[in-house]
C-alpha cells in the first residue's frame, strides 16, 4: 500500500494516503465560480507517479524525463 508520495523538489506537496477509498481531488475555494478552472493542481501528475511506481515504465514524454528533474527524488 502506498501511504505516502513526497519529493525533494520544494514545490511538491507531499500527499499522504488514509487507509480505505483516497479520492484526488482539486481544492475549491468558497470564493470560486463556474469559471475557475481546476488546472494544473498535479491530479495527472499524481496520477502518472502512482503509475510509475508501481511498475510502469517512463515513457520518452514522461514527466520523469524532464532535465530540471534530475536531481530530484520522489
Not at 6 to 34: C, M, Q, R
Amino acid at each position: 500500500m502506498i501511504r505516502t508520495i513526497s519529493s525533494s523538489l520544494p514545490s511538491f506537496k507531499t500527499i499522504t494516503f488514509g487507509a480505505g477509498l483516497n479520492i484526488v481531488l482539486a481544492d475549491v475555494a468558497e470564493t470560486s465560480t463556474d469559471r475557475h478552472t481546476r488546472n494544473s493542481a498535479g491530479k495527472t501528475s499524481l496520477v502518472e507517479i502512482i503509475h510509475f511506481v508501481l511498475g510502469s515504465d517512463a515513457a520518452k514524454s514522461s514527466l520523469f524525463k524532464h532535465d530540471a528533474l534530475i536531481e530530484h527524488v520522489t
